[in-house]
């Protein structure tokens, strides 16, 4: 049970409410105890792909950490809160709703390496504290601002809902309290000029991206205010929503003792690592640690293979004709 199970987190739990439900589902088969982990954090108000790591996959949560995610999330226009989004208490409003010209004209600035101010209510540390502890105890939290990338940013068709110019009147029925955090709203498409209440968006991000504080930013270059009521990631570096299981299967799995059929390899996680076969003397010495010397490969990060069984994550340096191969990473199978 060395691999990968893609969870698609519901609204509520946590992820490492969701790690302790797979520890739940393996005991649940009679698996037995084993090293779980999870490659991204999601907070509790969004859902989507969650990877969850068991065994010697764990030992590559920290390169999904690092990896690229896409997200889907609704912005809704008029109001801002403390959270940014639905959870929080409303800190600012304003009248200004933009159109979906304005909405496509604006994305363009931020596309590419960008500058944000993380969320107060967030798991980022200040003074050795989480952030958001220190804003629910009321203090006032400064948070610093860091350099992320978006590398795609778009609307999502038939996602915009709209306020009609003409009568003042709200497109459809106004959001409310009890509206699903984990879908969005799907309305007509509005009007050439009509003003937006909300609009959905998808973006590809890199590591440390924070979706609330984008969306804050966007509705300030529209020169209005926003928070987030739907975010779902639907990729986490490999990973997509169609490798996905909900936690009632994970759950059915683990008691029909079935988790292997739905547990993707180690190497899954990996898809972007030349492999690099070795022979078993070779796999030896790397499994202790060795660095070997006069490997044809190139260089760059591999993954060293014996009969296509996962040895370690190596380094490549030297020339192509005598590389020498560093353990960055072994395994343990």
């Not at 590591?207 to 984008?214: E, H, N, Q």
Request: aromatic share 4%.
């Amino acid at each position: 049970m060395h691999g990968w199970l893609i969870i698609d987190k519901p609204v509520g739990p946590g992820s490492t409410d969701i790690v302790s439900a797979t520890k739940r589902a393996l005991r649940d088969g009679g698996y037995g105890k084993m090293k779980v982990g999870h490659g991204g954090t999601l907070d509790p108000l969004a859902s989507g792909v969650l990877p969850i790591a068991l065994g010697e996959a764990t030992k590559l949560c920290g390169r999904m950490l690092d990896s690229d995610k896409v997200y889907e999330f609704t912005i809704e226009f008029g109001t801002q809160t403390d959270t940014l989004d639905r959870e929080g208490a409303v800190v600012a409003t304003s009248e200004v709703r933009p159109t979906l010209a304005q909405v496509e004209a604006v994305l363009a600035r931020f596309i590419g390496p960008i500058e944000q101010v993380p969320p107060a209510y967030s798991a980022i540390k200040v003074d050795g504290k989480r952030a958001y502890d220190l804003a629910r105890a009321g203090a006032d939290v400064e948070m610093k601002t860091r350099a992320v990338t978006v590398h795609a940013l778009e609307i999502l068709p038939g996602t915009a809902r709209g306020i009609a110019t003409r009568s003042g009147g709200v497109e459809g029925p106004a959001p409310t309290s009890e509206q699903p955090l984990h879908h969005a709203t799907h309305g007509p498409p509005p009007r050439t000029g009509e003003s937006l209440q909300e609009v959905t968006l998808r973006a590809q991000v890199s590591k440390g991206t924070y979706i609330r504080s984008l969306a804050r930013d966007i509705a300030h270059a529209l020169e209005s205010v926003g928070h987030v009521t739907m975010l779902r990631r639907t990729k986490a570096g490999p990973f997509d929503l169609s490798q996905a299981i909900s936690l009632d299967n994970l759950r059915e799995a683990g008691k029909a003792r079935e988790l292997e059929q739905t547990l993707l390899p180690l190497t899954a996680g990996l898809d972007d690592i030349p492999a690099l076969p070795v022979t078993p003397d070779q796999a030896r010495l790397l499994r202790q640690g060795r660095v070997l010397i006069g490997i044809a490969a190139q260089r760059g990060l591999h993954l060293a293979t014996d009969q296509s069984v996962p040895v370690a994550l190596v380094e490549a340096g030297g020339d192509d004709l005598r590389s020498e191969l560093r353990v960055v990473r072994g395994f343990n199978l």
